[in-house]
Protein backbone atom coordinates (compact mmCIF):
# COMPACT_ATOMS: atom_id res chain seq x y z
CA UNK A 1 0.00 0.00 0.00
CA UNK A 2 1.11 3.51 -0.88
CA UNK A 3 2.22 5.76 2.03
CA UNK A 4 -0.23 8.89 2.10
CA UNK A 5 1.05 11.82 3.44
CA UNK A 6 -0.76 12.51 6.88
CA UNK A 7 -0.04 16.21 6.94
CA UNK A 8 -1.57 18.49 4.70
CA UNK A 9 0.29 20.72 2.98
CA UNK A 10 -0.60 24.60 1.86
CA UNK A 11 -1.38 24.35 -1.42
CA UNK A 12 0.49 27.84 -3.00
CA UNK A 13 0.33 29.47 -6.34
CA UNK A 14 2.39 32.48 -7.39
CA UNK A 15 2.16 33.98 -10.58
CA UNK A 16 6.01 34.83 -11.16
CA UNK A 17 9.12 32.93 -10.85
CA UNK A 18 10.39 35.53 -8.48
CA UNK A 19 7.76 35.18 -6.12
CA UNK A 20 7.47 31.26 -6.44
CA UNK A 21 11.71 31.37 -5.54
CA UNK A 22 10.68 33.00 -2.65
CA UNK A 23 7.55 31.25 -1.61
CA UNK A 24 9.73 28.09 -2.16
CA UNK A 25 12.34 29.07 0.03
CA UNK A 26 10.22 30.13 2.67
CA UNK A 27 7.49 27.28 2.35
CA UNK A 28 10.12 24.26 1.77
CA UNK A 29 8.23 21.27 2.29
CA UNK A 30 5.23 22.38 3.83
CA UNK A 31 3.91 23.76 0.67
CA UNK A 32 2.83 22.68 -2.61
CA UNK A 33 4.22 25.16 -5.30
CA UNK A 34 2.41 25.74 -8.64
CA UNK A 35 4.60 28.90 -10.16
CA UNK A 36 2.76 29.90 -13.29
CA UNK A 37 4.51 31.83 -15.76
CA UNK A 38 7.91 30.15 -16.56
CA UNK A 39 11.71 32.01 -15.57
CA UNK A 40 12.09 32.73 -19.28
CA UNK A 41 8.95 33.76 -20.42
CA UNK A 42 7.64 37.31 -20.50
CA UNK A 43 6.05 38.57 -17.49
CA UNK A 44 3.89 40.99 -19.23
CA UNK A 45 2.42 38.69 -21.94
CA UNK A 46 2.40 34.92 -20.00
CA UNK A 47 0.45 32.22 -22.60
CA UNK A 48 -2.61 31.00 -19.87
CA UNK A 49 -2.83 27.21 -19.96
CA UNK A 50 -5.72 25.05 -18.85
CA UNK A 51 -3.68 24.01 -15.76
CA UNK A 52 -3.37 27.25 -14.30
CA UNK A 53 -7.12 27.67 -13.65
CA UNK A 54 -7.20 24.26 -11.70
CA UNK A 55 -4.25 25.60 -9.78
CA UNK A 56 -6.22 28.46 -8.77
CA UNK A 57 -8.88 26.66 -7.75
CA UNK A 58 -6.89 24.54 -5.70
CA UNK A 59 -5.27 27.15 -3.92
CA UNK A 60 -4.97 28.10 -0.40
CA UNK A 61 -2.50 31.28 -1.13
CA UNK A 62 -1.90 32.91 -4.22
CA UNK A 63 0.85 35.32 -4.23
CA UNK A 64 0.91 38.34 -6.62
CA UNK A 65 2.76 41.41 -7.96
CA UNK A 66 -0.26 43.82 -7.44
CA UNK A 67 1.72 46.32 -9.51
CA UNK A 68 -0.28 45.57 -12.77
CA UNK A 69 2.95 43.38 -14.07
CA UNK A 70 0.34 40.58 -14.19
CA UNK A 71 -2.45 42.69 -15.48
CA UNK A 72 -2.80 41.39 -18.74
CA UNK A 73 -3.51 37.25 -18.38
CA UNK A 74 -4.24 37.28 -14.44
CA UNK A 75 -7.95 38.58 -14.76
CA UNK A 76 -9.42 36.31 -16.73
CA UNK A 77 -8.18 33.26 -14.67
CA UNK A 78 -8.90 34.17 -11.42
CA UNK A 79 -12.51 35.22 -13.13
CA UNK A 80 -12.68 30.72 -14.42
CA UNK A 81 -11.25 29.72 -10.87
CA UNK A 82 -14.07 30.81 -8.92
CA UNK A 83 -11.59 30.46 -5.53
CA UNK A 84 -13.14 33.11 -2.95
CA UNK A 85 -10.25 32.06 -0.57
CA UNK A 86 -7.29 33.98 -3.01
CA UNK A 87 -10.05 37.14 -3.64
CA UNK A 88 -8.37 40.39 -3.21
CA UNK A 89 -8.54 41.18 0.65
CA UNK A 90 -8.44 37.80 1.73
CA UNK A 91 -5.66 35.93 3.51
CA UNK A 92 -4.90 33.69 1.19
CA UNK A 93 -4.11 36.71 -1.33
CA UNK A 94 -0.73 37.99 -0.57
CA UNK A 95 -0.01 40.86 -2.96
CA UNK A 96 3.98 41.37 -3.20
CA UNK A 97 3.71 45.19 -3.83
CA UNK A 98 2.14 45.41 -0.48
CA UNK A 99 4.52 47.62 1.74
CA UNK A 100 6.95 48.53 -1.26
CA UNK A 101 7.25 51.65 -2.43
CA UNK A 102 6.96 51.84 -6.32
CA UNK A 103 9.35 53.59 -8.62
CA UNK A 104 8.43 55.96 -11.69
CA UNK A 105 4.78 56.27 -10.96
CA UNK A 106 3.40 58.77 -13.58
CA UNK A 107 2.04 61.76 -13.04
CA UNK A 108 -0.86 60.62 -15.09
CA UNK A 109 -2.64 57.44 -14.79
CA UNK A 110 -2.72 56.08 -18.57
CA UNK A 111 -2.25 53.63 -20.39
CA UNK A 112 -2.13 55.04 -23.65
CA UNK A 113 0.55 53.93 -26.34
CA UNK A 114 0.88 50.75 -24.66
CA UNK A 115 2.13 51.16 -21.90
CA UNK A 116 2.90 48.40 -19.19
CA UNK A 117 4.20 50.74 -16.49
CA UNK A 118 0.54 52.77 -15.91
CA UNK A 119 0.75 52.35 -11.72
CA UNK A 120 4.36 52.28 -11.86
CA UNK A 121 7.25 50.11 -12.38
CA UNK A 122 6.02 46.52 -11.54
CA UNK A 123 9.43 45.02 -11.44
CA UNK A 124 10.35 45.53 -7.88
CA UNK A 125 12.27 41.97 -7.28
CA UNK A 126 15.16 42.80 -8.69
CA UNK A 127 16.35 45.16 -5.43
CA UNK A 128 17.49 42.77 -3.06
CA UNK A 129 16.54 44.72 -0.18
CA UNK A 130 12.68 45.11 -1.15
CA UNK A 131 12.54 41.15 -1.84
CA UNK A 132 14.14 40.69 1.44
CA UNK A 133 10.51 42.69 2.43
CA UNK A 134 8.67 40.95 -0.13
CA UNK A 135 9.74 37.33 1.45
CA UNK A 136 8.67 38.49 5.12
CA UNK A 137 5.52 39.50 3.72
CA UNK A 138 5.00 35.97 2.31
CA UNK A 139 6.62 34.04 5.36
CA UNK A 140 4.07 35.57 7.53
CA UNK A 141 1.25 35.18 5.48
CA UNK A 142 1.66 31.38 5.47
CA UNK A 143 2.48 31.43 9.06
CA UNK A 144 -1.46 32.67 9.48
CA UNK A 145 -2.30 30.35 6.62
CA UNK A 146 -0.61 27.23 8.81
CA UNK A 147 -0.52 28.37 11.99
CA UNK A 148 1.02 25.01 12.91
CA UNK A 149 4.24 26.02 10.71
CA UNK A 150 4.26 29.21 11.83
CA UNK A 151 7.99 28.70 13.27
CA UNK A 152 9.35 26.73 10.61
CA UNK A 153 7.96 29.85 8.40
CA UNK A 154 9.78 31.99 10.76
CA UNK A 155 12.96 30.61 10.49
CA UNK A 156 13.41 29.98 6.97
CA UNK A 157 12.38 34.14 6.67
CA UNK A 158 15.75 34.63 9.09
CA UNK A 159 17.75 32.25 7.28
CA UNK A 160 16.65 34.30 3.71
CA UNK A 161 17.20 37.71 5.35
CA UNK A 162 20.78 36.38 6.72
CA UNK A 163 22.08 35.12 3.16
CA UNK A 164 20.81 38.44 1.26
CA UNK A 165 22.44 40.63 4.46
CA UNK A 166 26.15 38.63 3.84
CA UNK A 167 25.97 39.35 0.87
CA UNK A 168 24.71 42.89 0.53
CA UNK A 169 28.29 44.42 1.12
CA UNK A 170 30.11 42.09 -1.66
CA UNK A 171 27.59 43.00 -4.27
CA UNK A 172 27.91 46.65 -3.46
CA UNK A 173 31.91 46.80 -3.60
CA UNK A 174 31.72 45.18 -7.27
CA UNK A 175 29.49 48.02 -8.09
CA UNK A 176 31.41 50.71 -6.55
CA UNK A 177 33.71 50.91 -9.25
CA UNK A 178 30.51 52.16 -11.92
CA UNK A 179 28.93 54.05 -9.61
CA UNK A 180 26.99 56.94 -11.85
CA UNK A 181 27.82 54.53 -15.06
CA UNK A 182 24.95 54.53 -17.10
CA UNK A 183 23.75 51.23 -18.97
CA UNK A 184 20.95 50.68 -21.53
CA UNK A 185 18.10 48.21 -21.28
CA UNK A 186 15.85 46.60 -23.68
CA UNK A 187 12.96 47.02 -21.20
CA UNK A 188 12.36 49.30 -18.45
CA UNK A 189 12.82 46.28 -15.83
CA UNK A 190 15.29 47.43 -13.44
CA UNK A 191 14.91 50.85 -12.18
CA UNK A 192 15.16 48.87 -8.50
CA UNK A 193 18.34 47.08 -9.21
CA UNK A 194 19.84 50.70 -10.57
CA UNK A 195 18.45 52.31 -7.32
CA UNK A 196 20.48 49.64 -4.83
CA UNK A 197 23.93 49.62 -6.83
CA UNK A 198 24.43 53.42 -8.15
CA UNK A 199 24.48 52.64 -11.75
CA UNK A 200 21.88 54.82 -14.06
CA UNK A 201 19.47 52.27 -16.39
CA UNK A 202 17.40 55.27 -18.21
CA UNK A 203 18.01 54.50 -22.08
CA UNK A 204 15.87 51.48 -23.68
CA UNK A 205 15.62 49.57 -26.99
CA UNK A 206 11.94 49.89 -26.42
CA UNK A 207 10.38 53.73 -27.20
CA UNK A 208 8.07 53.16 -24.29
CA UNK A 209 7.09 49.68 -22.46
CA UNK A 210 5.81 47.14 -24.36
CA UNK A 211 6.29 49.14 -27.27
CA UNK A 212 8.72 47.33 -29.87
CA UNK A 213 12.10 49.17 -30.66
CA UNK A 214 11.43 50.98 -33.97
CA UNK A 215 14.42 51.61 -36.36
CA UNK A 216 14.34 55.74 -35.48
CA UNK A 217 14.18 55.00 -31.91
CA UNK A 218 17.48 52.74 -32.30
CA UNK A 219 18.89 55.44 -34.36
CA UNK A 220 18.20 58.06 -31.15
CA UNK A 221 19.55 54.88 -28.65
CA UNK A 222 22.95 54.71 -30.93
CA UNK A 223 23.61 58.30 -31.05
CA UNK A 224 23.26 58.29 -27.26
CA UNK A 225 25.06 55.87 -26.67
CA UNK A 226 27.74 57.12 -28.76
CA UNK A 227 28.06 60.49 -27.25
CA UNK A 228 28.08 58.86 -23.89
CA UNK A 229 30.09 55.74 -24.44
CA UNK A 230 27.70 53.59 -22.53
CA UNK A 231 28.99 50.25 -22.73
CA UNK A 232 26.74 47.81 -21.87
CA UNK A 233 23.44 46.83 -23.03
CA UNK A 234 21.21 44.60 -20.52
CA UNK A 235 18.68 41.57 -22.79
CA UNK A 236 16.00 38.98 -20.77
CA UNK A 237 15.71 35.74 -22.12
CA UNK A 238 12.75 36.49 -23.71
CA UNK A 239 13.53 39.55 -25.61
CA UNK A 240 14.88 40.04 -29.32
CA UNK A 241 18.95 39.20 -28.46
CA UNK A 242 19.32 40.12 -32.01
CA UNK A 243 18.13 43.78 -31.49
CA UNK A 244 20.47 44.73 -28.86
CA UNK A 245 23.19 42.91 -30.67
CA UNK A 246 22.72 45.23 -33.58
CA UNK A 247 22.94 48.27 -31.43
CA UNK A 248 25.97 46.78 -29.73
CA UNK A 249 28.03 46.50 -33.05
CA UNK A 250 27.07 50.23 -34.16
CA UNK A 251 27.93 51.29 -30.22
CA UNK A 252 30.96 48.88 -29.22
CA UNK A 253 29.19 48.40 -26.46
CA UNK A 254 28.61 44.99 -25.03
CA UNK A 255 25.29 42.49 -24.40
CA UNK A 256 24.94 41.15 -20.96
CA UNK A 257 22.59 38.54 -20.10
CA UNK A 258 20.13 39.43 -17.86
CA UNK A 259 17.32 37.94 -16.25
CA UNK A 260 14.65 39.31 -13.39
CA UNK A 261 14.18 35.60 -12.02
CA UNK A 262 15.80 32.99 -10.47
CA UNK A 263 16.50 30.39 -12.99
CA UNK A 264 16.12 32.76 -15.94
CA UNK A 265 19.56 32.33 -16.41
CA UNK A 266 22.05 29.12 -16.16
CA UNK A 267 23.18 28.89 -12.68
CA UNK A 268 20.39 31.10 -10.94
CA UNK A 269 17.85 28.80 -9.22
CA UNK A 270 18.23 30.68 -6.32
CA UNK A 271 17.74 34.61 -5.67
CA UNK A 272 21.11 35.25 -4.30
CA UNK A 273 22.51 33.34 -6.89
CA UNK A 274 20.45 35.48 -9.09
CA UNK A 275 21.52 38.58 -8.35
CA UNK A 276 25.18 37.44 -7.94
CA UNK A 277 25.22 36.58 -11.72
CA UNK A 278 23.71 40.01 -12.29
CA UNK A 279 25.89 41.78 -10.75
CA UNK A 280 29.30 39.60 -11.87
CA UNK A 281 27.71 39.50 -15.27
CA UNK A 282 27.42 43.67 -15.13
CA UNK A 283 30.87 44.36 -13.52
CA UNK A 284 32.59 42.39 -16.22
CA UNK A 285 31.02 44.38 -19.41
CA UNK A 286 31.47 47.55 -17.45
CA UNK A 287 35.26 47.36 -16.66
ZN1 LIG B 1 7.63 45.91 -17.49
Do not use: C
Not at 116 to 139: C, R
Amino acid sequence: MMAISAQAKLNVVSTLPDFGSIAREMGGDKIDLVVLAKPTEDPHFVDARPSFVVALRNADVLIDGGAELEIGWLPPLLQNARNPKIENGKPGRVIASQGVRLLNVPANVTRAAGDVHALGNPHFTTDPIVTKAVAQHVAESFAAADPANASFYEANYRKFEASVNAKLQEWGAAMVPFKGQEVVAYHDSWPYFAHRFGVKIEIFLEPKPGIPPSPSHLAEVIEQMKAKKIKAIIVEPFQDRKVAEKVAGATGAKVVEFAQFPGGLSGTDTYVKLIDKLVGGLAAALK
